[in-house]
């Protein structure tokens, strides 16, 4: 008997999806921040239809029900190193936050509403612990108080009556400040310029005395080549952290002045320090850890038998766990995984059980229209390997037409010193849902594979990253599962870099989008922030050289190279990238006469928050590419005016 294909036949990149940009310009729900305080867990939620705020939420991990703490106006949200995280701490019920909108912290006893416990100023708190011997919180501090060109960090007390004591300071960066069960020590990470703490950073150890002060701090792991993450006190007093010093972020412990490995392991224990806060294990018990870790781009989640030294795998359905807390038999963690938007789960070690409390999409497409993706490696320049994940055109309702292979559209993640995961994005399955294949790169210098695959990036941004987009693009289709003449590269910010470079210095992809690209490389030291002010002298120069090197790179100075169709998009607002640098290339390409868009957004800036900007942006560059490759667009999607087209 002969089944009948009920698909229908149609051009790759027309096909009809449910995946609508309105739909994928509502977004998900941003969940982050997680702690277990006796029994009762707390996290972070977005909330879009208030301005985007984050609001603090509490309930139990076996029950249904939970609270919001932190009402509107307030805005649970940290600033210090303008990426924010550790905004909040709790301890027997009692929580303590960073207010977005004035920098303030603010106290929330239980059942109570919020009350300032910091005065004004220009001062801004992260990364805190509780030191209730002390009747103080412990924190980062960045004071903006100096008038320089960038402030002053420190690690600071602040008494539950508002005063504030600098407990230690003179290095650039502080993070991760961290208690002895006894309060009787106090651990720390400690970094300088030019290093980023990925490079390397310092963990350091003091006595904390009577009258709170720190006394007898050493230095016990970490330096200018080591990048430490994570410090941790197991329930009786063992100092833990996480290390990359075996090429690897694995676990160690310090104990009578020995610093010991845990389970030496080719795999990623920590991720880069980006933001505050970031946990991937914590302790069931002394004798237990409870860690989650990646290995070839995938997350998995173990128990760890501190006396044997043995990994014993949880079962899960996730395949990127983003955080953990673990408390006595209960693990909460934010995992995805290719059919999975990101959720918030917790775990019954006893029992098993798992709990779903929070999902960032509450209802997802039919599975029929999401692709599931596959990890691949690959070859790339110079002998090297590289690593992606291939997302196959998936529609329940179509296929392509008789012996067409479908385009292509490369992805390369921002940072750069970051990880494409494979959690399910409505912003990858717009694409996928329509006919379109997408290779998500996880290029040289990516996270998740090791130090020295992440150091390839050292002094080669904008090299090894482009080289590692294009070599993927060339082995899909040398595998003939893509169109070889229909390879296109899109990308934003950072990755705006790879678009442009990819298109000057590279003939294989046929178009590009670029969504307010970095195309002056010099421009992103003149607008940095300090965490960040000397992060191009790791990615690309030291600054003897740099003046030669920034100009060779990039594609503004190589405008007249640019010879493939590009839809560029620019917020007016943009203060990172200033739209006179996507300007420039507009203008180059109309001279040259090559097919170009340019669509621009009032009110935005680095990065497009409005609903009806992703709308427009994302039709725009739908429609840009169907008629680049001659495809019919669909009824009702908006034209967009491309200049040196025809009509082709």
């Not at 009762?40 to 029900?65: I, K």
């Not at 909460?332 to 709990?355: N, V, Y």
Request: charged residues 20%; hydrophobic residues 40%; aromatic residues 10%.
């Amino acid at each position: 008997m002969t089944v009948a294909n009920s698909k229908q036949s149609a051009p790759c990149g027309a096909w009809i999806s449910p995946i609508v940009a309105a739909r994928v310009a509502a977004g998900a729900t941003p969940l982050s921040g997680l702690m277990l305080d006796g029994g009762n867990l707390y996290w972070l939620e977005g909330r879009a239809s208030e301005a985007g705020r984050s609001t603090l939420v509490a309930g139990r991990p076996d029950a249904g029900a939970h609270a919001e703490l932190t009402p509107l106006p307030f805005n649970v949200r940290s600033r210090v190193h303008e990426y924010g995280g550790g905004a909040y701490a709790v301890a027997g019920g009692e929580v303590w936050f960073s207010h977005h909108g004035d920098n303030r912290l603010y106290h929330v006893a239980p059942g109570g509403q919020p009350v300032a416990l910091t005065a004004e100023g220009a001062w801004r708190y992260a990364d805190f612990v509780v030191d209730a011997a002390h009747a103080r919180l412990i924190a980062v501090r960045e004071d903006h108080t100096g008038g320089g060109p960038y402030p002053e960090n420190s690690l600071c007390a602040i008494g539950f009556d508002g005063a504030q004591t600098v407990l230690v300071d003179g290095n650039d960066f502080y993070a991760a400040p961290r208690l002895s069960p006894d309060g009787s020590q106090m651990a720390w990470l400690c970094w300088d310029h030019p290093r980023m703490p990925w490079e390397g950073c310092e963990l350091w150890l003091a006595d904390v005395l009577e009258d709170g002060s720190l006394a007898d701090g050493r230095l016990i792991a970490g330096g200018p080549q080591e990048s430490i993450c994570q410090p941790e006190w197991s329930p009786d007093g063992v100092l833990h952290f996480v290390s990359d010093r075996s090429g690897w972020w694995n676990l160690y412990r310090y104990e009578h002045g020995v610093v010991h490995p845990l389970c030496p392991r080719e795999a990623e224990f920590g991720a880069p320090h980006w933001n505050f806060g970031g946990s991937l294990y914590g302790f069931a018990s002394k004798d237990e850890i409870v860690c989650a870790y990646v290995e070839a781009g995938v997350s998995r989640l173990a128990r760890l038998s501190l006396p044997a030294g043995e990994l014993t795998p949880i079962a899960t359905p996730y395949q990127e766990i983003r955080e953990l807390r673990v408390e006595g038999d209960t693990v909460a963690l934010l995992g995805g995984a290719p059919t999975i938007a990101l959720e918030l789960a917790c775990i019954d070690l006893a029992g098993g059980a798992r709990r779903v409390l929070a999902r960032s999409i509450e209802e997802l497409p039919d599975a029929g229209y999401l692709s599931a993706p596959q990890a691949i490696s690959y070859p790339s320049a110079n002998g090297r390997s590289s690593h992606a994940f291939y997302y196959p055109p998936t529609n329940a309702g179509f296929a392509p037409l008789a012996g067409e292979l479908p385009p292509l559209i490369v992805i390369g993640h921002g940072g750069p010193t970051g990880m494409a995961a494979s959690t399910l994005k409505l912003s990858t399955q717009f694409w996928t849902s329509r006919g379109f294949a997408v290779l998500d790169v996880n290029y040289g210098g990516s996270t998740g594979f090791g130090r020295a695959y992440r150091d390839l990036l050292k002094e080669q941004w904008g090299v090894v990253d482009v080289e590692d987009c294009v070599a993927g693009a060339r082995y899909l289709a040398r595998q003939g599962v893509v169109d070889p003449q229909r390879l296109l590269v899109r990308g934003s910010s950072a990755g705006g870099l790879t678009v442009l470079s990819a298109l000057a210095f590279h003939d294989v992809f046929q178009a590009g989008a670029c969504y307010y690209g970095v195309s002056d490389l010099a421009g992103l030291d003149a607008d940095s922030h300090k965490f960040e002010s000397h992060y191009n002298q790791y990615l690309i120069a030291p600054p003897e050289r740099a003046q030669d090197v920034y100009r060779a790179r990039s594609p503004i100075h190589h405008v007249d190279k640019l010879r493939h169709p590009m839809i560029f998009f620019q917020g007016l607002d943009d203060k990172v990238v200033p739209p006179q640098q996507s300007e420039s290339m507009v203008a180059a390409l109309r001279a040259r006469g090559t097919p170009v868009a340019y669509i621009t957004l009032e009110g935005e800036g680095h990065g497009f928050r409005k609903p009806e900007s992703i709308v427009r942006t994302l039709e725009a560059e739908l429609y840009f590419y169907l008629r680049v490759f001659g495809v019919p667009a669909p009824a009702g999607l908006a034209p967009v005016a491309i200049e040196n087209l025809g009509d082709a």
